[in-house]
């Protein structure tokens, strides 16, 4: 069966939890079809020739979208282009007077629309997969009002409304929360519309696909595609980083301002990290992704080092002590414990941090909410090497048995089958 996969994400090597998604997914659809690429992030944004290199070999053919394929080089210039557009998104939502003025000069969507329907037509395609089609919502629906007999697959990594309205209880300022509350429902209406809209809407867990089934008009449309990792990569442990102290603790994901990660690296630094001091003088807490330097520039304590982006952060995460998911909230299904688990990381996580994996306290992983216990799972799992082992190797089982590129490719097989 014939694929045309496109995807605003897409980076080589991968920058983090979105980018692992989409570059699994890609694995794991080569398996099972005649795959094609049309990437919506530009040659820059990849990774460059070497990027384009890795994801042709998994593919018939990769191009890209009119929207970046003249997208400037110069890496200040780019920036400025993906601004414009991100301000085109957000202006369709919110005032449709700045969209209308905008949509002249960018009408990106129209135009992909058109040349991925083309490309359907010239190569005999008629699925279309949409990677993170939970921000491509106004692209689906122009393809289908265009196209109706394309059959398209709304890919998600979480649901982005709960993902966007579960920080509400943590926000203090009424004026942002307002905001955040317009803008979960906002998303609650697109994925009411985009659920009986698309012909399969996927899902990385029951959690979320109990959801989507509850506000979809046909639950059938509903499939699950999971979160996995290609734990082939992972197979080789990197040496220590020059000047790199255990014991230590590390915290990976993708950083911005009053984000979910900034909130949950705040949170472990402000009412863990001290008591986790108490128990381990000369503890070392290592923090590594994208924003991460931005965000965190304020921390100012030589047992806390803030890495930023790192071209791979398994020399980190392979040499740590302990892998922590301090998250309040957030959706979806989270790659850190995944490749937590595929480095025989032991884990301390809350409840919601291990959501959508079928984890068990104390056998797979540790879930702790509140800071004592948190600290105190910590301390644990340093302490008693052999237990923690234990733990890890069971963690790295139960991923290897549910969260395997394999394991994915045989989602996408039940996924076609339906379709057919």
């Known amino acids: 069966m014939k694929i045309l996969f496109t995807t605003p994400i897409l980076e080589h090597p991968p920058a983090g939890g979105p980018q692992l998604r989409?570059?699994?997914?890609?694995?794991?659809?080569?398996?099972?079809?005649?795959?094609?690429?049309?990437?919506?992030?530009s040659l820059l944004q990849i990774g460059g020739d070497d990027a384009e290199i890795f994801f042709r070999q998994f593919c018939n053919n990769f191009e890209y979208s009119p929207s970046v394929v003249n997208f400037s080089s110069n890496k200040y210039l780019h920036k400025i282009q993906r601004l414009a557009m991100r301000v085109l998104d957000y202006a369709r939502q919110d005032d449709r007077y700045i969209s209308q003025l905008l949509v002249r000069v960018y009408d990106y969507i129209d135009a992909d629309a058109?040349?991925?329907?083309?490309?359907?037509?010239?190569?005999?395609?008629?699925?279309?997969?949409?990677?993170?089609?939970?921000?491509?919502?106004?692209?689906?629906?122009?393809?289908?009002v265009l196209a109706p007999e394309i059959k398209i697959i709304c890919d998600t990594d979480s649901v982005w409304s709960r993902f966007v309205l579960r920080e509400l209880p943590y926000e203090k300022d009424p004026i942002r929360a307002a905001k955040i509350k317009r803008n979960g429902l906002r998303k609650e209406r697109e994925e009411k519309e985009w659920v009986d809209l698309c012909d399969v809407t996927t899902a990385v867990s029951e959690v979320d696909a109990e959801y989507y089934k509850s506000i979809a008009s046909n639950k059938d449309k509903i499939c699950i595609f999971s979160n996995v990792i290609d734990l082939q990569t992972y197979a080789t442990k990197p040496p220590k980083p020059a000047n790199f102290k255990n014991p230590s603790v590390y915290l990976a994901g993708s950083f911005g301002p009053k984000s979910a990660m900034d909130k949950a690296a705040r949170w472990f630094i402000d009412d863990i990290f001290p008591l986790l001091q108490k128990q381990i003088p000369n503890i070392h807490f290592y923090i590594v992704g994208s924003g991460s330097k931005e965000t965190l520039s304020d921390i100012k304590n030589h047992q806390i080092e803030v890495l930023g982006k790192m071209p791979s952060v398994l020399p980190y995460l392979c040499n740590s002590d302990v892998s922590i998911v301090p998250l309040q909230f957030e959706s979806g299904t989270r790659f850190k414990i995944m490749e937590a688990a595929a480095c025989y990381v032991p884990i301390v996580s809350t409840t919601l941090g291990a959501e959508g994996i079928p984890l068990e306290h104390d056998r797979d992983i540790l879930i702790a909410d509140e800071p004592e216990s948190f600290a105190n799972s910590i301390a644990e799992l340093i302490n008693n090497k052999e237990y923690a082992a234990n733990m890890a190797q069971k963690c790295f089982v139960l991923i290897e048995k549910n969260n395997s590129v394999e394991?994915?490719?045989?989602?996408?097989?039940?996924?076609?089958?339906?379709?057919?």
């Open 114 to 144: 058109n040349f991925i329907i083309e490309y359907c037509k010239k190569h005999d395609i008629n699925i279309i997969w949409f990677g993170y089609g939970n921000i491509s919502f106004h692209l689906m629906k122009k393809i289908k």
């Open 22 to 41: 989409i570059a699994n997914s890609i694995k794991a659809l080569a398996k099972c079809s005649e795959l094609h690429i049309i990437s919506r992030a």
């Open 407 to 420: 394991s994915l490719a045989q989602e996408a097989k039940n996924i076609l089958k339906k379709l057919a």
